[in-house]
């Protein structure tokens, strides 16, 4: 019989292996390691658990030439390291935190051999790794120093600059953008402008014409463009007032990314109920929540009053800010008041209508305001302006064959009773019958003698207007004017709406989500000291949710500015930025979103024209609630709500790459050219150069 062997083998003293995962080059993951931006949005995704994504970098990463090891630990969850290329290179344990490092930065770009690799010195001394990044630097300072001039010369705008420059795979070379000959990747547009005027011709006779004048309109090829979607592997703003973060958007961390709240800082819930003390002790996350001291549970600022009072509560669950104070004694409601003051909403408040007045009156308008693109099609040419309003139109978007004779005046320039245009807009004197007033809701003209001709003929207007103004209601209510008893109707729903969405949530048909909808309060009370402090910190609740709003936007869109304005558009329609020209004038929209835990998970901007139509221009998914169908129940929720109050179809504008989740997920239809004309000659619905409208229709 053989003695038994034993063969003892050492123990591998180094727990950590190499990750069993193959080198790949991925281009959409170098296009986003390229910038600043690119990276923040690349860990916010990867931070939502995006699998695919997240194995597609750490195979870049090994691609780059990265260590990637992994290592079981006490609950057999696999845990990696990541080590910079080359010897003593840093080591992370984070994947999002490794990509937004700016240590790390120079080991993200791809070092292969025979391959230039560009880096931008300044005069300075400071080196940049990126065309962007260099530009951004360099037009800061141009811009603080010259404004637009650099050594003497014209140059375009510094957004202008970056958004030319900003990643597209495409090499281009600095001196494209700066030289002699600036801004290369833009277009040069004509636009011919038409207006009714004596005019001389140059051969010195004098006509009775359309005066013309033509202009080269530059504009970004960015700006000419659809709304572009963010880069996502599930493919579904300039002046930001807050910007977007990785946390959740709730109001605590609109509040965090403002600088007003610390993470992590305590928080304290204080409230007498039944005579008895309520009190519980806390601090805010990073990801915007309260984390309970008693029971390291986390707590929405309303759940932390339940959870303090046993589920007493208050049937407004924004007074739960009011007792919830931070550990320099602001309660949440003043830091929240804090923000809306330092966004200078005071002055925006100019919209607002602080006497409680009934009537909006319209202006004329001077000629020097005229537009430069289609308030149709939003494009350039040969453009006829109305003599009326600012507004211009192709001869064709209006249905004409050339221009016409005398003055003209484009259809929503015209009574919704007489049809026609004239107007009397001296009103120092009182109103007279040729006044033009607006309806609050379907924003259709009337005059104001074709209105109160079912009266008594014996009253004049501008008794007519004071009678009405005091018949609307209470003195501190806004008190607008409707037109008609639809959109009386309408408004009155969706005022109530906004009204419920302050004071509790509004369930959906998915358990745990409920629908929010917003819109800037339009009145400032001048009634009473509690009613002004009330109103103030409901407005800046309002706020607030309006700032988390256009985070959510401006996570799901490239920053869409407005080239006449200069302005973020996004933020132009979520804080109802109003114009005297009709395709830039948002006073009517509505922001509507579901909420999940206190978060803002989806937001879409709603405008409802009487019980006609009601448009949705604009809507976004946060990145981690994609594919749960999140959209479909925010658009199946609008519709419900829509034919509650008679509105007969929805419209929108559909980019591209979401066509087939509009028209076979959704059913809505692509609109032909005369139903866009068609619907374009009653109300001013925004378009998008790019997009294709499309509509569903809710009630036959």
């Not at 141009?142 to 970056?162: E, Q, Y």
Request: net charge neutral; hydrophobic share 35%; charged share 25%.
């Amino acid at each position: 019989m053989f003695p038994i062997q034993f063969t003892m083998t050492k123990a591998n003293s180094n727990p950590w292996q190499p990750a069993a995962l193959d080198a790949e080059f991925s281009p959409q993951v170098a296009e986003m390691l390229r910038a600043d931006q690119g990276r923040r949005e690349l860990s916010s995704r990867v931070r939502s658990r995006d699998e695919d994504l997240r194995t597609a970098v750490k195979k870049h990463l090994l691609e780059l030439g990265w260590t990637i090891v992994s290592m079981p630990n006490a609950a057999m969850l696999t845990r990696l390291r990541y080590k910079a290329p080359g010897d003593g290179g840093k080591s992370y344990y984070s994947l999002p935190d490794l990509v937004v490092d700016r240590a790390a930065a120079p080991h993200l770009i791809l070092k292969s051999s025979g391959r230039e690799e560009l880096r931008y010195k300044a005069p300075t001394g400071r080196s940049y790794i990126s065309l962007h990044t260099a530009c951004q630097a360099f037009m800061a300072k141009a811009s603080a120093s010259n404004g637009n001039k650099i050594d003497g010369r014209v140059h375009a705008t510094p957004a202008t600059v970056l958004r030319a420059v900003r990643p597209t795979g495409k090499k281009r070379e600095l001196s494209e953008l700066i030289g002699d000959d600036a801004v290369k990747d833009v277009t040069m547009n004509r636009c011919t402008t038409i207006r009714k005027k004596e005019m001389v011709r140059a051969d010195g006779t004098q006509v009775t014409k359309k005066s013309i004048t033509t202009t080269t309109l530059t504009r970004s090829r960015r700006e000419d463009q659809a709304p572009v979607l963010r880069p996502n592997s599930t493919g579904t703003g300039t002046a930001s007032v807050c910007q977007p973060q990785h946390r959740s958007r709730t109001l605590l961390s609109v509040l965090i990314d403002s600088g007003i709240l610390a993470p992590r800082g305590n928080v304290t819930y204080w409230a007498v109920r039944d005579g008895q003390p309520a009190c519980k002790y806390g601090f805010i996350t990073g990801e915007g929540i309260i984390r309970c001291k008693c029971c390291n549970k986390t707590f929405t600022v309303a759940e932390l009053e339940a959870h303090a009072t046993g589920g007493i509560g208050t049937d407004d669950r924004r007074e739960a800010w009011a007792r919830v104070f931070v550990e320099d004694g602001r309660s949440l409601s003043l830091c929240l008041m804090e923000l809306m003051r330092r966004d200078d909403v005071g002055a925006a408040a100019a919209n607002r209508n602080r006497n409680g007045s009934v009537m909006r009156v319209k202006e004329k308008c001077s000629e020097e305001e005229g537009d430069s693109v289609c308030s149709v099609c939003i494009d350039s040419g040969e453009l006829l302006l109305c003599d009326k309003c600012p507004s211009a139109f192709h001869h064709a978007c209006v249905g004409l064959q050339a221009t016409p004779e005398g003055d003209w005046c484009c259809p929503l320039c015209r009574c919704g009773v007489c049809g026609g245009s004239d107007l009397d807009d001296d009103t120092a004197e009182g109103f007279t019958d040729k006044t033009i007033i607006y309806c609050e809701q379907c924003e259709r003209e009337y005059h104001v003698g074709c209105m109160r001709r079912g009266g008594s003929e014996e009253e004049s207007a501008a008794e007519w207007c004071r009678r009405l103004s005091e018949s609307e209601g209470p003195e501190e209510e806004w008190r607008p004017w409707l037109c008609s008893p639809e959109c009386g109707e309408v408004f009155q729903h969706l005022q109530a709406l906004v009204a419920s969405s302050r004071a509790r949530s509004i369930p959906t048909t998915v358990e745990g989500v409920s629908l929010s909808t917003l819109r800037r309060r339009r009145y400032m009370s001048t009634v009473t000291r509690i009613t002004r402090w009330q109103h103030e910190e409901e407005d800046a609740a309002d706020h607030g949710q309006l700032c988390a709003a256009l985070d959510v936007l401006h996570e799901c869109f490239d920053d869409m500015v407005e080239p006449r304005t200069q302005t973020d558009l996004a933020a132009d329609i979520v804080f109802n930025q109003e114009s005297g020209l009709r395709r830039l004038n948002f006073r009517g929209y509505y922001v509507v979103g579901l909420e999940k835990a206190g978060e803002l998970i989806n937001v879409g901007t709603l405008r409802v024209f009487g019980n006609q139509v009601a448009e949705l221009p604009l809507v976004g998914t946060r990145f981690a609630h994609r594919r749960q169908g999140m959209c479909r129940l925010l658009v199946t929720e609008l519709e419900k709500m829509l034919r509650q109050v008679g509105v007969r179809r929805l419209v929108l504008p559909a980019v591209p790459e979401l066509m087939p989740m509009w028209t076979a997920s959704l059913g809505f239809h692509a609109m032909t050219r005369s139903d866009v004309m068609e619907m374009a000659v009653e109300h001013a619905i925004l378009s998008f150069k790019g997009t294709t409208m499309c509509q569903k229709t809710l009630l036959a």
